[in-house]
C-alpha cells in the first residue's frame, strides 16, 4: 500500500462502452470527494435537508474545480489499463495531461530493456507534446462532462436524512422515480444507489460509493446493458486549499455491448504521496521529474 503524504490542515471515470459515451456518468459521482474532519457530534450538526447539504457540497465542489493545483505522486494500480497487472508508477500532473514513469510490475523492479522502453515513451513525448496533449484531452473532456452529469444529482436522486457516521455526514441516495432521463448518461446516473460521506465542516464529499440494484439496458439490450451488481467507490482527501485529491478508487463494471460483445472495467488503485509542483510545469519538465 503506498503511504498517504502528511495531510495538512485536516478539515472518474467508467469507460464501459467507448463511443457510446454514457460510461462517464459514473465519474460524475467519483470525481468529487474531500477530508474528513476531526470529531463530529450530533449537537454540532444544524438541521437542515440532505438535500441542501448535496446542495452546497455540490456547489463547492464545483467551485473548487477550477482552481485545482499540481502535483506529483505514486500511483498502484491494478486494473484493465495494466492488463491485469500491478503497476507502480510515479506521476506528474501538468495542464496537457498527466506524466506517468512505470517503476515497477508485480512487485519487481523493470528490467534494463523495460526501462529503456519506457525513456523512449517519454521522449517521444518530449518530442510532440501536442500529440501527447491532444490524447490526454479525451479524459480532461470526461471529466469536464462528469461535473456537468453531477449538477443532475439532487433532482436525479432522491436521499435519506443525513446522519452522523464518525467523523462525517452520511447521506444515503436512490433513484428518484419522478426524473425522467434524458440521455443514455442519465440513465445509468439514475439507476445507481449508494452512500456519500460528507465533510460536515467544509461541507466537501470524502467518500462515494454506488452500486446497479438491477440491469441498465440501452435500447432495450440490444446496444447494450451494464449487469446488476456493478459497482464503484472512490475516496479522496485534502493536501491544500481548495485540492482534494484521489487516494483509492475501486471500480468492478461488467456487461455486453451490441453484438454480445464482452465488456468489462475493473479496476483497484492507490494514491500517495503528493507533493506540489508548479501549475505551469511544461511536459518536458513533468518527464524530467518523473525520470529523477
Not at 15 to 37: D, E, F
Request: with cysteine; hydrophobic share 40%.
Amino acid at each position: 500500500m503506498i503511504e498517504s503524504a502528511k495531510r495538512e490542515n485536516p478539515p472518474q471515470a467508467w469507460r464501459v462502452v467507448a463511443g457510446i459515451g454514457w460510461a462517464t456518468a459514473c465519474s460524475a459521482l467519483c470525481l468529487l470527494l474531500a477530508w474528513p474532519a476531526r470529531g463530529v457530534r450530533a449537537a454540532d450538526f444544524s438541521p437542515q435537508s440532505a438535500k441542501q447539504i448535496v446542495a452546497t457540497m455540490l456547489a463547492n465542489e464545483d467551485a473548487a474545480a477550477h482552481h485545482r493545483d499540481h502535483y506529483q505522486y505514486l500511483s498502484q494500480e491494478r486494473s484493465d489499463r495494466t492488463g491485469g497487472h500491478l503497476w507502480f508508477e510515479k506521476v506528474v500532473e501538468t495542464d496537457a495531461g498527466k506524466v506517468r514513469m512505470l517503476l515497477a510490475e508485480d512487485g519487481h523492479p523493470l528490467s534494463p530493456d523495460r526501462i529503456g522502453q519506457e525513456r523512449s515513451r517519454l521522449a517521444a513525448i518530449v518530442a510532440d507534446p501536442e500529440s501527447f496533449a491532444k490524447k490526454s484531452q479525451a479524459t480532461k473532456d470526461d471529466e469536464a462532462h462528469a461535473l456537468q452529469m453531477l449538477s443532475l444529482a439532487n433532482r436525479a436522486f432522491l436521499f435519506s436524512d443525513a446522519r452522523v457516521e464518525g467523523a462525517y455526514l452520511r447521506v444515503d441516495f436512490r433513484p428518484n422515480p419522478d426524473f425522467d432521463t434524458q440521455t443514455m448518461e442519465e440513465r445509468v446516473l439514475h439507476a445507481m444507489s449508494g452512500t456519500m460521506l460528507i465533510d460536515p465542516q467544509a461541507m466537501r464529499l470524502h467518500h462515494i460509493e454506488g452500486r446497479l440494484p438491477e440491469d441498465v439496458t440501452i435500447g432495450f439490450g440490444l446496444i447494450a446493458t451494464v449487469r446488476a451488481g456493478s459497482s464503484f467507490a472512490t475516496t479522496r482527501d485534502r493536501f491544500g486549499e481548495p485540492d482534494w485529491k484521489t487516494t483509492q478508487v475501486d471500480t468492478a463494471i461488467n456487461g455486453r455491448i451490441i453484438f454480445f460483445k464482452s465488456i468489462a472495467r475493473n479496476e483497484h488503485a492507490e494514491h500517495g504521496n503528493f507533493i506540489r509542483v508548479p501549475n505551469n510545469l511544461t511536459v518536458a519538465q513533468a518527464v524530467a521529474m518523473v525520470e529523477q
